[in-house]
Nanobody, 115 residues
Framework: QVQLVESGGGLVQAGGSLRLSCAAS????????MGWYRQAPGNQRELVAG???????NYADSVKGRFTISRDNAKNTVDLQMNSLSPEDTAVYYC?????????WGKGTLVTVSS
């Protein structure tokens, strides 16, 4: 059974940092593309950052220069380092992965940024 389990969410003040981690089981993340999405109340789920099988990365314009996605193949984890957080970053963050044309989602972790 494939599982993506997020951790690291919480409450932080504006300007602060958080590091999210996604632990994968049942799949080998190095064989696919991984990413982080987020969904704020009343909004659609949006891609925050992605990392391809080859190591290429892409970011939403709103987080470029502040967020960094990374992958540890040995640990089978994908992390999202979030710096200079603002209240607009408040959302549930979801880990996402696709391996061999199948998609997988975590259950999400809440990030709340206070002003």
């Amino acid at each position: 059974q494939v599982q993506l389990v997020e951790s690291g969410g919480g409450l932080v003040q504006a300007g602060g940092s958080l590091r999210l981690s996604c632990a994968a089981s049942g799949i080998i993340i190095s064989r696919g593309d991984m990413g982080w999405y987020r969904q704020a109340p009343g909004n659609q789920r949006e891609l925050v950052a992605g990392i391809t099988r080859g190591g290429g990365t892409n970011y939403a314009d709103s987080v470029k220069g502040r967020f960094t996605i990374s992958r540890d193949n040995a640990k089978n984890t994908v992390d999202l380092q979030m710096n200079s957080l603002s209240p607009e970053d408040t959302a549930v963050y979801y880990c996402w992965g696709t391996v061999f044309a199948r998609e997988y989602w975590g259950k999400g972790t809440l990030v709340t940024v206070s002003s």
